[in-house]
């Protein structure tokens, strides 16, 4: 198996996209000192450019330049990894200079040359599944990023396509997933999205957050990827299925306990 060394339930958590320094200090501060408490491991995420955006007027973040230097500020002065999406080869050469792990968003999961240069970087990769992507296609994306001999990789779910507008979670799929043999991670709050259902952007549940943390640890997975934001309507992206800071140590604390009895049913 090659599963991640990390061990216990990994937390990939931070805001949607880079707004303001202090705001993403604020979160990776308080975060890391949660999961410390919790003795969970932590990897802060942030994107210095979201280039999927419903609208072309939507805020994409700071850019490349700004954006990977407010992520190394917060890499140096907090002393935690750093998780960060890439849009093409050329992005996944740059950002690995900075960052600890390189994230392949879902609409780009099948791009053969971005997969393979992510991997020649011999960074640690996670590779969102896509919400049109059955859980068994993910052996070809694997097989991808393995064929460098990196095989320091991750893969998301993130739900799937359902009709218009929504998304939904097959449960079936984290088995199947972890069957071929890489750490496994739910994408809690983008499964909340409801793609484009605000017409100029995407709406969210994110009422149902705790419901679907819960149910896919106790199915098994290997970490937990979540979108938090001190002021989660306030946010400049993503806030309707952003977790509000002040209630993630209560949802951690409980997901770890689930975490903890499954387990102790599976040595």
């Given at each position: 198996?090659?599963?991640?060394?990390?061990?216990?339930?990994?937390?990939?958590?931070?805001?949607?996209?880079?707004?303001?320094?202090?705001?993403?200090?604020?979160?990776?501060?308080?975060?890391?000192?949660?999961?410390?408490?919790?003795?969970?491991?932590?990897?802060?995420?942030?994107?210095?450019?979201?280039?999927?955006?419903?609208?072309?007027?939507?805020?994409?973040?700071?850019?490349?330049?700004?954006?990977?230097?407010?992520?190394?500020?917060?890499?140096?002065?907090?002393?935690?990894?750093?998780?960060?999406?890439?849009?093409?080869?050329?992005?996944?050469?740059?950002?690995?200079?900075?960052?600890?792990?390189?994230?392949?968003?879902?609409?780009?999961?099948?791009?053969?040359?971005?997969?393979?240069?992510?991997?020649?970087?011999?960074?640690?990769?996670?590779?969102?599944?896509?919400?049109?992507?059955?859980?068994?296609?993910i052996k070809n994306i694997i097989d991808k990023f393995t064929s460098t001999g990196n095989?320091?990789?991750?893969?998301?779910?993130?739900?799937?396509?359902?009709?218009?507008?929504?998304?939904?979670?097959?449960?079936?799929?984290?088995?199947?997933?972890?069957?071929?043999?890489?750490?496994?991670?739910?994408?809690?709050?983008?499964?909340?999205?409801?793609?484009?259902?605000?017409?100029?952007?995407?709406?969210?549940?994110?009422?149902?957050?705790?419901?679907?943390?819960?149910?896919?640890?106790?199915?098994?997975?290997?970490?937990?990827?979540?979108?938090?934001?001190?002021?989660?309507?306030?946010?400049?992206?993503?806030?309707?299925?952003?977790?509000p800071l002040k209630e993630v140590e209560g949802l951690l604390k409980t997901l770890k306990?689930?975490?903890?009895?499954?387990?102790?049913?599976?040595?």
């Amino acid at each position: 198996m090659k599963y991640s060394t990390m061990d216990g339930l990994i937390i990939i958590a931070g805001p949607c996209v880079v707004e303001t320094e202090d705001m993403v200090f604020e979160t990776a501060q308080t975060l890391k000192e949660i999961c410390q408490k919790l003795k969970l491991p932590f990897i802060f995420k942030s994107s210095y450019d979201k280039a999927n955006r419903t609208s072309v007027k939507a805020y994409r973040g700071p850019g490349s330049e700004e954006g990977l230097k407010i992520l190394e500020d917060v890499k140096n002065r907090f002393s935690i990894p750093i998780l960060t999406d890439v849009h093409s080869p050329g992005e996944a050469v740059r950002a690995a200079e900075i960052v600890d792990v390189l994230q392949i968003p879902a609409f780009l999961c099948r791009q053969t040359d971005l997969i393979i240069a992510a991997s020649e970087t011999g960074k640690r990769v996670n590779v969102k599944k896509g919400q049109f992507l059955a859980p068994w296609d993910i052996k070809n994306i694997i097989d991808k990023f393995t064929s460098t001999g990196n095989t320091n990789l991750m893969i998301t779910e993130r739900g799937t396509s359902f009709g218009y507008n929504n998304l939904i979670v097959d449960f079936r799929s984290f088995p199947i997933m972890r069957s071929f043999g890489y750490p496994v991670i739910f994408d809690v709050t983008h499964s909340l999205q409801l793609p484009g259902g605000e017409g100029s952007c995407s709406g969210g549940q994110r009422e149902f957050a705790e419901s679907l943390a819960r149910a896919a640890v106790s199915v098994g997975v290997d970490g937990l990827f979540m979108e938090v934001h001190p002021e989660p309507d306030r946010a400049l992206c993503d806030g309707p299925n952003m977790i509000p800071l002040k209630e993630v140590e209560g949802l951690l604390k409980t997901l770890k306990e689930i975490y903890q009895v499954i387990k102790k049913q599976t040595i």
